[in-house]
């Protein structure tokens, strides 16, 4: 582990980082916190948002991690997959989230293809730290990526990583398909895990992984592990906040609990305002600005006199 990421820097640590009080009274969790959860058992929760108004619901709600990830090509700008997220897109929505959440963590996932060089991985985190005031970056992959991940890690960038099913490289998977259900398999996720922890990582993200087996190689790390689709061993979870509120329908992954239907409202307030508008009761006087009666009857003879002239 480097010195750089053992040890936080005064803005991640929320030293003259202008960073607000949470919900309930808590300030922004820490890299110090966030690794020690480990050890305390406290189970941290992470949330992708990918706009100021869920950033604020979850600063609100006590989320203890704001991901900005890049899910949001498909959830706000209708792509199929996550590829087509830039990094001009994933800072604009990561400024969002950071004026929405001033108070909490804030995660920024790298986009596909956007570390696959040292030098790369370098310039685009950096522009995450700088321009959009994350508290740190997230790529994907283990051994493969272990020298990427080292040398932001080096370079004072706090780093974490993902595992397991990574949307970046799933056109080599065949698909969606949960990863590590044979022994050899899980083995690879085991020396993916290490690999990411031996380069100073953290926290890793497992995606897909049956739950026993994230739960035997989160046994095996100092780092916490945070689960989607991963059962409930990991030292934390996360989702999407749009899956967990049924914002986006196109399709709902296994392991994705509805918390609310939101869509289902938001279409039938919207149905009720179509119904009002074509029948003429919206808006009523409730709904609409008043003027004085002598105002509008001079008003009204002025137009008069207009007509006339």
Do not use: W, Y
């Given at each position: 582990m480097s010195?750089?990421?053992?040890?936080?820097?005064?803005?991640?640590?929320?030293?003259?980082?202008?960073?607000?009080?949470?919900?309930?009274?808590?300030e922004k969790r820490t890299i110090t916190e966030i690794r020690a959860s480990k050890q305390t058992g406290e189970k941290m929760v992470y949330m992708s948002v990918p706009d100021y108004t869920s950033a604020k619901w979850a600063e609100m709600a006590g989320v203890d991690v704001a991901v900005v990830?890049?899910?949001?090509?498909?959830?706000?700008?209708?792509?199929p997959s996550t590829i087509p997220a830039s990094m001009d897109m994933m800072i604009m929505h990561a400024q969002a989230v950071r004026r929405g959440a001033p108070g909490t963590f804030s995660l920024g996932c790298m986009p596909y293809q956007s570390y696959h060089t040292v030098e790369r991985a370098l310039a685009n985190a950096t522009r995450f730290m700088q321009e959009a005031l994350c508290d740190a970056v997230k790529p994907q992959g283990g051994r493969s990526q272990a020298h990427i991940l080292r040398a932001l890690v080096d370079a004072g960038i706090p780093t974490a990583s993902h595992i397991g099913l990574?949307?970046?490289?799933?056109?080599?998977?065949?698909?969606?398909?949960?990863?590590?259900?044979?022994?050899?398999?899980?083995?690879?996720?085991l020396e993916d895990a290490l690999a990411i922890?031996?380069?100073?990582?953290?926290?890793?993200?497992?995606?897909?992984?049956?739950?026993r087996i994230a739960r035997l190689i989160s046994a095996q790390l100092t780092i916490p592990t945070i689960g989607i689709g991963a059962g409930v061993g990991c030292d934390g979870q996360i989702l999407l906040c749009h899956d967990l509120l049924g914002v986006f329908v196109d399709f709902k992954p296994k392991f994705t609990k509805r918390y609310a239907k939101l869509t289902e409202v938001a279409v039938g307030a919207i149905e009720q305002y179509v119904k009002e508008?074509?029948?003429?009761?919206?808006p009523d006087d409730e709904h609409s600005y008043s003027v004085k009666d002598e105002e509008y009857e001079n008003f009204a003879a002025m137009v008069a006199r207009r007509r006339h002239i």
């Open positions: 010195t750089a990421q053992a040890t936080p820097t005064a803005r991640s640590a929320g030293i003259g980082s202008n960073a607000k009080t949470a919900a309930g009274g808590r990830g890049d899910s949001l090509a498909m959830v706000a700008h209708g792509h990574t949307p970046h490289t799933i056109a080599l998977f065949g698909g969606f398909k949960i990863q590590g259900r044979t022994a050899e398999t899980a083995m690879k996720i922890e031996d380069a100073g990582c953290f926290m890793l993200e497992f995606e897909a992984v049956p739950a508008v074509k029948e003429g009761s919206f």
